[in-house]
């Protein structure tokens, strides 16, 4: 392997280790916008039941 290869190998491993990072930060905004959802959720459903048994 030529200096070269090793040059081109080393920026590949570079733009992989970017890219997982970058994953691992959408997985991060994914969960917790999950998790806000189903809070949300769960509110609107005991409100929804809770105005049910008022009435």
Same mark, same amino acid.
């Given at each position: ?16 280790? !970017?890219?997982?990072? $970058?994953? #691992?930060? +959408? ?16 509110? !609107?459903?005991?409100? $929804?039941? #809770?105005? +049910?048994?008022?009435?």
């Amino acid at each position: 392997m030529n200096e070269r290869d090793k040059l081109v190998l080393l920026e590949l491993q570079n733009k992989i280790y !970017q890219h997982e990072q $970058t994953i #691992s930060q +959408l997985v991060k905004i994914v969960a917790s916008t999950n998790k806000k959802m189903t809070e949300l959720m769960m509110n !609107q459903n005991n409100t $929804t039941a #809770s105005r +049910l048994l008022i009435k």
